[in-house]
């Protein structure tokens, strides 16, 4: 067991050594180097935050529900207010002539 164990720990390491050797000849290391010493003390208070979990986000469902109640209140009010008005105009464009024949005495009434 234990030379299962050291031969996959050396298969491991020499994977490892090609991987390094192949970002050297890149000039990838490099990069990732001079990327984490400038962005060093940025990371790490976020890495920080995300490990702890402080930042939460959480949704008040019963203030959602009351918002879109609201604004279908305001929706139904806004549709009975122009009913009323539409209703309202039609009353106004209504008018009564009378006929200029004296036989007929009723007036007729003429939607506009």
């Known amino acids: 067991m234990k030379r ?10 020499s994977k490892a050594i090609r991987k390094k050797q192949l970002a050297m000849r ?4 490099e990069a990732k180097d001079l990327l984490e010493k400038q962005f060093k003390p ?7 935050i995300l490990k702890t979990g402080a930042i939460k986000q959480e949704i008040d469902m019963d203030a959602i529900k009351s918002e879109i109640s609201q604004e279908k209140l305001q929706l139904a009010d806004d549709l009975l207010k122009l009913t ?3 209703i309202l ?14 036989s007929n005495s009723f007036a007729m009434n003429i939607s506009q």
């Not at 890149?26 to 290391?29: D, K, N, T, V």
């Open 4 to 13: 299962d164990h050291i031969t996959s720990e050396i298969i491991k390491a």
């Open 26 to 29: 890149m000039g990838q290391a």
């Open 42 to 48: 940025i990371t790490e208070p976020l890495q920080k």
């Open 84 to 86: 009323l008005t539409m």
């Open 89 to 102: 105009s039609q009353k106004k464009s209504t008018r009564k002539f009378k006929l200029k024949n004296p």
